[in-house]
């Protein structure tokens, strides 16, 4: 059984059966690359008549570049209270299109750099909960019986803690850093994901091919990463899509409540600081609005995408 | 040594209405280069037997008696050598192709897949392999990157079948490989199944609920009802010749076409199969017999010599305790 067993008349079907096999190169690595190639090719093609999802991704790809080039436009020092390039509370002018907060800094400045934070928090947390979720959601669902039960009670705890007073206690005993927020998000908001992932799971390992895997003498392991996963990657990806634009929100809401972490500058700090500062009230318009309908614009930007990936990858919506 | 021994097998399934008695007390035996086949009407066992024979009922499912693969008992394996043991002593071409093939993943990778999870060859080879295979079931090797859409019904059961063959098992087990296909399709499907058994000498366990099929791929017949194996025998006498009401039933139902004896009487069977749970007692079949007696509902049946080489579970077969002895 260790090597394959030649077959038993190789003079009626080895022949022709080299040079019928497609032109494909024969390595399985290239096999591989060429597959996905195409794979990536049919699917933008479908991708790119969805209006929707078209709009979503260009918003998109502007928010990533600038976050990416932030360090390009924005000088650290002009962000440092001391080294503060203007006046306090300037309207919009020439020298800042979004006039200065209370320290002098350029709003404009302040927004192109704290992109970098929100989308950072967005994508690790996102990371996190799709991880914890799938691992969670999958092993429940594949084993059933008591492991399910136990998964099940541990997701549905998960699920009913209120997220804000979570992410108040563990920011007092955490501390206020970046990395404590993003652990926040994540803990509070894969058990969702980890639902969907189940029930779904529930669903693949019932249909026949599975079962005729295991009577092929497929492990677990195998069974989950090679049939099962793929076939609930879809639900997956499109929710992935959203969960990062509530990510983003829910970075701003803690910052807002000041749980955030106050040495970096994100969209959620910069607008705790402008309420701190009174800016509702003081009528510092130009203060309080820019970061705010950024953070709009990104979550419809992802939502728009979701939707869009969920139009592409569900054939049971898709227009042909 | 047969390649297949099943010795007094229970099924037992267990659910929350009470245990579910599936397949009770089956014997039988497949030797190298024969088809068994296994008839009988839905829900009477035939699928659960080949469940059995690779384990691959829930943990909850009760199996008893001994399943003799290639001499090794698959009941008393422990899950490792059970996963080395499948496909490699047995294979299983399922019913319903269109479902059994994983619809996100090309046909040439779950061929293969059989391959590679057994360690047989690497990717390469099982690639080379596999194309070998399409070409052998009557498939194009250029089909090897297609998805299982891409293919119709009899395409697809062609490489379950290529499937079936990856590990170049002793047994194979064709579970209604014909269903959902329409006669033309089937009629290739069993040509090209009856051959590759005799070119390779296979063992296999062909299970169907059609009997004119059967009498055409088989060496022997097994009949089952509600369970248990009622008559066995070579498979033309069986069919022509029935020596139990039931199977004279399920041989009526498939008239042949331009048969004078068939012409105007298309014959069926009255009621319906026993509920598992509440199976008749004595003969099972006496509620529905067209020549049921009165000691029918007590007597307890068990195959008895119906003749030379085969045996059925009826009272009225020549080797059966005679009626008097019976009643007493």
């Not at chain 1, 990416?68 to 390039?85: C, E, G, I, K, Q």
């Not at chain 1, 069974?223 to 929710?239: E, G, S």
């Not at chain 2, 690779?54 to 008992?73: F, M, N, P, V, Y």
Request: hydrophobic share 45%; proline share 7%; aromatic share 6%.
């Amino acid at each position: 059984m260790s090597t394959i067993e030649t077959p038993r008349q190789p003079s009626e079907f080895t022949v022709g059966v080299e040079a019928d096999l497609p032109p494909a190169p024969r390595d399985p690595k290239k096999i591989r690359w060429a597959r996905r190639r195409r794979a990536i090719t049919g699917f933008w093609r479908v991708y790119r008549k969805n209006k929707m999802g078209m709009v979503g991704l260009v918003l998109l790809g502007v928010f990533v570049l600038v976050a990416l080039a932030a360090p390009l436009m924005v000088s650290p020092d002009d962000l440092r209270p001391a080294t503060a390039p203007g006046i306090s509370f300037q309207p919009p002018s020439s020298e800042f299109p979004l006039g200065t907060d209370d320290f002098g800094r350029s709003v404009l400045d302040l927004v192109i750099y704290g992109s970098r934070i929100s989308l950072l928090v967005g994508f690790a947390a996102t990371v996190m909960t799709m991880v914890v979720g799938t691992a969670v959601g999958i092993t429940g669902g594949y084993y059933g019986g008591r492991v399910d039960t136990v998964m099940n009670a541990f997701t549905n705890w998960f699920l009913v803690i209120p997220w804000i007073p979570l992410a108040i206690v563990l920011a007092s005993i955490l501390g206020r850093s970046l990395y404590n927020t993003i652990l926040v998000i994540g803990l509070t908001s894969w058990a969702g994901t980890a639902r969907l992932v189940r029930a779904d799971t529930l669903s693949v390992k019932e249909r026949p091919y599975v079962e005729r895997a295991r009577a092929l003498g497929a492990s677990s392991w195998h069974l989950v990463t090679r049939h099962i996963l793929p076939n609930v990657m879809p639900v997956i990806f499109a929710n992935t899509v959203l969960t990062v634009a509530l990510s983003i929100l829910a970075e701003t809401t803690l910052a807002l409540l000041g749980l955030g972490d106050p040495l970096s500058v994100s969209w959620g700090t910069v607008i705790f600081d402008a309420f701190d500062a009174g800016a509702l009230s003081a009528g510092l318009w130009w203060w309080l609005i820019p970061p705010g309908v950024c953070i709009c614009l990104v979550t419809l930007a992802f939502t728009m995408c979701g939707y869009a990936l969920d139009e592409v990858l569900n054939p049971r919506i898709r227009e042909r | 040594m047969s390649v297949l021994s099943v010795r007094d097998l229970h099924v037992t399934y267990r659910t929350k209405g009470g245990d579910v008695p599936a397949v009770r007390d089956v014997t039988f035996d497949i030797d190298k280069g024969h088809v068994l086949g296994l008839a009988g009407e839905s829900g009477c066992g035939k699928s659960t037997i080949a469940g059995a024979i690779l384990r691959l009922h829930s943990a909850r499912t009760r199996i008893e008696g001994e399943i003799l693969l290639e001499g090794q008992d698959v009941l008393a394996l422990r899950p490792g050598p059970l996963r080395a043991v499948r496909w490699t002593g047995a294979s299983i071409i399922f019913q319903g192709a269109l479902h059994a093939l994983n619809p996100v993943r090309r046909v040439g990778d779950q061929i293969a897949e059989a391959i590679t999870v057994h360690k047989l060859a690497g990717e390469r080879e099982a690639r080379v392999r596999t194309a070998e295979l399409l070409e052998h079931v009557g498939l194009p090797a250029r089909r090897i990157d297609d998805y299982p859409h891409e293919l119709s019904g009899g395409q697809k059961q062609r490489v379950m079948i290529a499937m079936a063959l990856a590990c170049n098992p002793s047994l194979v087990i064709a579970d209604e490989p014909t269903t959902a296909l329409d006669v033309m399709v089937q009629a290739q499907v069993l040509q090209l199944l009856k051959s590759l058994q005799r070119e390779l000498g296979l063992a296999m366990l062909f299970i169907t609920h059609d009997l004119s099929v059967l009498a055409e791929v088989s060496d022997r017949i097994a009949i089952m009802y509600a369970g248990k194996i009622v008559e066995e025998g070579a498979a033309d006498r069986v069919f022509h010749e029935p020596a139990h009401p039931y199977t004279t039933a399920l041989a009526g139902a498939f008239p042949e076409i331009g048969d004078m004896r068939f012409r105007g009487k298309p014959s069926g069977l009255g009621g319906d199969p026993p509920d598992p749970q509440q199976i008749p007692s004595g003969c099972p079949f006496h509620p529905r017999c067209p020549v049921a007696v009165d000691a029918c509902p007590t007597l307890d049946v068990d195959l008895w010599s119906a003749g030379e080489d085969r045996r059925a579970a009826c009272i009225h077969v020549s080797g059966a305790p005679s009626l008097s002895e019976a009643s007493t």
